[in-house]
């Protein structure tokens, strides 16, 4: 049973920390997407990668926040200072679009909750 | 921009009975429409979809119906149970490379035995 997976599944930091989230999408998909949810804001889309490369990242404070994907099989999201106000839920999804006609479906990981002090 | 608007919750039903969360959306274009579920500490898992107008999407006796006319993709069950209680997000995603998914802002099911 395929499944993205992300670590850690909680943290708690201190402001002004280093955090770094990490997820491994489902093997063979080729676009991972960052989502982030709050009360507030409920879902948003924080960033966007196909075939590794970042394609929209428009969503992300780019000040402090940073995603990557060093190889097909890890995606990353740092946040380099934290503050109280990134805590919320990170999600990671991922899928296989091929072209125009491919499924639009994504698959969710479990997400990261974070807490900021 | 695309946006998508949800019926507020919570929603609260007793079990067998007949449940509707409303959803319309804004978008240029034809996007495919879905319905997403997220169980208490759980990420959200795909319930069902439809890609083009008239479509209907089942799964688990839930449908919805992609209405272009009325831009609509109301959710329905027949006769739901305590294990239905979650929370339900309505998306689209536009026809382009993008792919990204707009959601609502989710609708909170409760239901009592």
């Known amino acids: 049973d395929a499944r993205v997976t992300q670590t850690p599944r909680h943290k708690v930091t201190e402001m002004g920390q280093e955090v770094t989230m990490r997820c491994q999408p489902i093997?063979?998909?080729?676009?991972v997407f960052w989502y982030r949810q709050t009360m507030m804001q409920g879902l948003e889309l924080l960033a966007y990668?196909?075939?590794?490369?970042?394609?929209?990242d428009s969503g992300m404070p780019k000040d402090r926040f940073s995603a990557e994907m060093p190889d097909a099989t890890l995606a990353t999201l740092k946040i380099q200072p934290s503050e109280p106000r990134d805590s919320a839920v990170y999600f990671c999804?991922?899928?296989?679009?091929?072209?125009?006609?491919?499924?639009?479906?994504?698959?969710f990981g479990p997400g990261t909750r974070l807490t900021v002090t | 921009g695309n946006s998508v608007t949800q019926m507020e919750g919570p929603v609260t039903l007793s079990e067998e009975a007949f449940l509707t969360i409303n959803c319309t959306y804004t978008?240029?274009?034809?996007?495919?429409l879905f319905w997403y579920v997220q169980y208490p500490g759980e990420g959200l898992q795909l319930l069902l979809k439809?890609?083009?107008?008239?479509d209907k999407g089942s799964n688990k006796g839930f449908e919805a119906t992609y209405r272009k006319e009325t831009t609509s993709f109301h959710l329905e069950k027949g006769s739901v149970q305590v294990s239905d209680s979650a929370v339900y997000f309505c998306?689209?995603?536009?026809?382009?490379?993008?792919?990204?998914?707009?959601f609502g802002s989710g609708t909170r099911l409760q239901v009592q035995p």
């Open positions: 990668f196909r075939n590794r490369a970042p394609l929209d």
């Open positions: 978008a240029t274009g034809y996007p495919s």
């Open positions: 998306a689209l995603s536009e026809d382009t490379g993008r792919r990204a998914l707009t």
């Open positions: 999804a991922s899928g296989l679009v091929l072209g125009r006609l491919s499924s639009y479906e994504q698959y």
């Open positions: 093997l063979g998909h080729n676009t």
């Open positions: 439809a890609t083009k107008a008239d």
